[in-house]
């Protein structure tokens, strides 16, 4: 199975600053790869797909991005409202992994 | 609108069986691959099982393999999870995902509320 490596597990930023979150494929997934964002109680939303691609609906201020098997999401103008755990996923080979998850908090 | 609402979780004893439901409206039903995902208490999330637009071809997680049985009624645009010999590991919230297919494996767009399932004596 594809190991999805998220790092860092939790973090703590304050508001207007902008985070990284990393996501490391233990092999090659090309693009396949996506970002969830869960608030507690509630299901996933998903944020970015095919590495790079925003949702529609999901603020400009999220973007991904992609050096070799390193994916990472990155928030500007961090807001409370951003709070929460992001969750990468590869969708590259069944079966479909996903990573330990990011929680993120505003100081 | 999408909308994906699980139902049919609950407390159940190790060894039983326990059937879920996701009942979708809001998009065409059958122009969709489904899926089901779960998450345990505090952990991260974990794939189940996915299904193809008529249900001809199904995928599962290893964990979950020849004890769960993932099916779809298109006329009742309604989605099922069949679990049998549940164990206390199955204990989880499980999700409802829509599937935007990408080759053969996809990303999920839209996320039912979650049902939870406790496996327990």
């Known amino acids: 199975d594809i190991q999805m490596t998220q790092s860092p597990s939790s973090m703590s930023a304050s508001l207007g600053d902008t985070v990284t979150i990393n996501c490391l494929a233990s092999?090659?997934?090309?693009?396949?790869l996506s970002w969830y964002q869960q608030k507690p109680g509630k299901s996933p939303k998903l944020m970015i797909y095919?590495?790079?691609n925003l949702e529609d609906g999901v603020p400009s201020r999220f973007s991904g991005s992609r050096s070799g098997s390193d994916y990472s999401l990155t928030i500007n103008s961090l807001g409370y409202d951003d709070e929460g755990i992001y969750h990468c996923?590869?969708?590259?080979?069944?079966?479909?992994?996903f990573g330990g998850g990011t929680k993120l908090e505003l100081k | 609108e999408v909308q994906l609402v699980e139902s049919g979780g609950g407390l159940v004893q190790p060894g039983r069986s326990m059937k879920l439901s996701c009942a979708a409206s809001?998009?065409?039903?059958?122009?969709?691959?489904m899926a089901w995902v779960r998450q345990a208490p505090k952990k991260g999330l974990e794939w189940v099982a996915s299904?193809?637009?008529?249900?001809?071809?199904?995928y599962y997680g290893d964990s979950v393999k020849g004890r769960f049985t993932i099916s779809r009624d298109n006329a009742k645009s309604t989605l099922y999870l069949q679990m049998n010999s549940l164990r206390s590991e199955d204990t989880a919230t499980y999700y409802c995902?829509?599937?935007?297919?990408?080759?053969?494996?996809?990303?999920?767009?839209?996320w039912g509320q979650g049902v939870m399932v406790t496996v327990s004596s």
């Open positions: 092999q090659d997934i090309g693009n396949y």
């Open positions: 995902a829509r599937q935007i297919l990408r080759v053969y494996l996809g990303y999920f767009d839209y």
């Open positions: 809001g998009f065409t039903f059958s122009d969709y691959y």
């Open positions: 095919g590495a790079t």
């Open positions: 299904i193809s637009y008529e249900g001809s071809s199904t």
């Open positions: 996923h590869q969708y590259y080979e069944y079966p479909p992994t």
